[in-house]
């Protein structure tokens, strides 16, 4: 027989089965995610590698950014606008203006922040603080510090808080710990760089005490490490990443936090857009479709306001950039990992310039290809944008076998040469994988002295290349890498990459 309850006892475990029950979850936001990463000053019209169109640059970018504004507008859709960082240093635009014609250009277009890159450093901190100073929009970089533990620069914030039609979002922007070895020597001192993950942690133990319901991560360490910064840091949404120039088709999913990741390539190709629905109970994506929009000239009607900032900037920088220096009768592409066409050409330009045996530049110190065609001052320059000089020093045999085993390590991609014929052993140890070495024929004796040739950036110790540093007899041409380049091209118009070259860098 069962029991009876009295109405008393009923009454009191209603009221405490009513004190247990679960609150309601939060419905499920929407919201529009544009970015952009690695412009480094490409806010012209120009040709682009397998493209029948070329790019329209920032007025084609700004006026598509508002169209899917005003699109999402009228269906209740909210809509941020970021860039993951290195916004100029590749173009004349972007270098004579200091970044300030690409800042311009992002005020026009209406960005909501962006993350610093290392390339904004490579002409000092006082050009970052006027950056910071001519955006409408936040500069973030939640790891760099004037001390270590220390606070961010006052140019620098660590993150922002964004309304987004009601939902809470909290945008933190982080940079490469390795950028003081990637920059110009000397461009960052005074200036600490931390290791990410612990400091993107405290920003959003703070982010979330404020009450803030979604994290956006504005990362320019590239996605190998927004991987590792997922995968151990609980609570991002959304890595918008830069620093790699990597045209992700797909957001990658960090299975252990749910954590997308996207990255739009680079040099102003693409705006890549995130149309997500927000779970802001579990700051998570529940849901999404994503599309790289190709800038391409023609797709949207130029935005009149960028139009006229870019053609200011283009007058400015003068009428040189569009002379015809050669013509090339193929396209001559770079390689991060192995000899490359475009590399050889460069590195033979250099030693004809200086008369030294040996050449070596930095691979990313090449940053477009050479497309066949008329050779302008304007491509030579975004080939090499860096002001470089031309460095003349003495190395014995046994430190060109340094500089080559820490080459092969790839750290840093391979040193494009000229001088040597180098056969190695890619799967080898690192710090045995340089085999026979030979320079003009014969082979490298460690014990000899060799004239060498490099730019200024490796020969003060960038990308950590310290035997460079040893050399004796050291100066400095003052010639600019571009403009030996230019003359060894226009000496030998057209070029053609059919030419036979010797092998230089040959796996075993």
């Not at 004190?19 to 995610?33: E, K």
Request: glycine share 10%; hydrophobic share 40%; with cysteine.
């Amino acid at each position: 027989m069962l029991k009876r309850f009295s109405r008393p006892l009923f009454l009191a475990s209603l009221a405490l089965l009513a004190g247990c029950a679960v609150t309601p979850r939060a419905p499920l936001r929407q919201l529009c995610i544009l970015h952009t990463n690695d412009v480094h000053g490409h806010i012209t019209e120009e040709r682009v590698e397998g493209w029948r169109k070329p790019s329209g640059g920032a007025a084609t970018l700004a006026s598509c950014v508002r169209e899917i504004r005003e699109e999402n507008r009228a269906a209740g859709i909210p809509t941020l606008l970021l860039d993951a960082g290195d916004i100029f240093l590749g173009t004349p635009e972007g270098n004579v203006s200091k970044g300030i014609a690409v800042v311009e250009t992002m005020n026009a277009a209406g960005y909501d922040a962006m993350a610093i890159g290392n390339h904004e450093f490579d002409f000092g901190v006082g050009v970052v603080e006027a950056l910071a100073a001519a955006a409408r929009f936040p500069i973030l970089g939640a790891n760099v510090r004037v001390s270590s533990g220390g606070p961010p620069p006052s140019f620098l914030r660590p993150a922002v808080v964004k309304d987004a039609d009601g939902l809470k979002v909290g945008i933190i922007g982080v940079i490469t710990e390795s950028t003081p070895a990637i920059v110009m020597p000397g461009r960052t001192e005074k200036i600490v760089f931390e290791k990410p993950q612990g400091v993107v942690r405290e920003q959003i133990a703070a982010l979330k005490a404020q009450g803030v319901d979604f994290i956006v991560l504005l990362s320019h360490c590239g996605s190998w490490q927004d991987k590792e910064i997922a995968a151990e840091v609980k609570g991002i949404g959304v890595i918008v990443g830069g620093h790699g120039h990597e045209l992700l088709r797909k957001p990658l999913r960090v299975r252990r936090t749910g954590t997308l990741i996207v990255q739009a390539g680079g040099t102003g190709q693409y705006l890549g857009r995130l149309d997500c629905r927000v779970d802001p109970d579990r700051g998570r994506v529940a849901s999404h479709r994503y599309e790289l929009v190709p800038l391409e000239k023609g797709r949207c009607l130029p935005d009149p306001e960028a139009q006229a900032i870019v053609d200011r900037w283009a007058a400015l920088v003068g009428e040189r950039f569009d002379e015809t220096v050669a013509e090339s009768s193929d396209d001559f592409a770079g390689n991060d990992t192995a000899e490359a066409p475009l590399g050889n050409l460069i590195a033979d330009s250099m030693r004809a310039a200086t008369g030294a045996q040996i050449a070596f530049h930095n691979n990313f110190g090449i940053r477009n290809p050479l497309l066949a065609g008329p050779v302008t001052y304007r491509d030579i320059y975004k080939i090499l944008p860096f002001d470089n000089t031309l460095y003349t020093m003495t190395l014995t045999g046994a430190q060109l076998l340094r500089i080559l085993e820490q080459s092969l390590a790839l750290k840093y991609g391979i040193l494009q040469l000229s001088g040597l014929t180098v056969e190695y052993s890619p799967k080898a140890p690192e710090g045995s994988r340089v085999g026979s070495v030979r320079c003009g024929g014969e082979p490298l004796d460690p014990a000899a002295a060799y004239t060498v040739t490099t730019n200024s950036f490796l020969a003060q110790g960038g990308d950590s290349y310290a035997t460079f540093l040893e050399g004796r007899d050291m100066t400095n041409s003052g010639v600019l890498d571009r403009d030996a380049f230019a003359d060894y091209l226009r000496a030998r118009s057209p070029v053609s990459a059919g030419e036979p070259v010797p092998s230089r860098l040959i796996p075993r």
